[in-house]
């Protein structure tokens, strides 16, 4: 089970960090990832990450950085300087493989996904 938090409003070049707890995963196992979906648009990928790396959509690259505390089993997702064009709901999600397919930026296909949190809401005005 995946649970995201720290979703709310924000005023643009505001700063938010979500986390997404896990329950039966131990994500340095996982490759593990964000999306987002806006109202009438398609659900994007943010980021991913897996033990030897991260990756970014170009729209977050330089504002937005993925990590994870597998101590804590929770993937964070720390969004700066945020922009209106961010207002989106926002779901982690897990693959099952070791290894993000970061090649031809396949990790943000969301078939590749197996599980899924709930989503939260991020506002930015």
């Known amino acids: 089970q995946l649970v995201e938090s720290g979703g709310g409003s924000v005023q643009a070049g505001g700063s938010l960090r979500l986390s997404c707890a896990a329950s039966g995963y131990t994500y340095s196992s996982y490759c593990m990832g964000w999306f987002r979906q806006a109202p009438g648009k398609e659900r994007e990928g943010v980021a991913a990450?897996?033990?030897?790396?991260?990756s970014y959509a170009d729209s977050v690259k330089g504002r937005f950085t993925i990590s994870e505390d597998n101590a804590k089993n929770t993937l964070y997702l720390q969004m700066t300087s945020l922009k209106p064009e961010d207002t989106a709901v926002y779901y982690c999600?897990?693959?099952?493989?070791?290894?993000?397919?970061?090649?031809?930026?396949?990790?943000?296909?969301?078939?590749?996904?197996?599980?899924w949190g709930q989503g939260t809401q991020v506002t930015v005005s």
């Open positions: 990450i897996d033990s030897d790396g991260t």
């Open positions: 999600a897990a693959a099952p493989t070791h290894r993000c397919p970061f090649y031809d930026n396949n990790w943000s296909k969301t078939s590749i996904y197996n599980w």
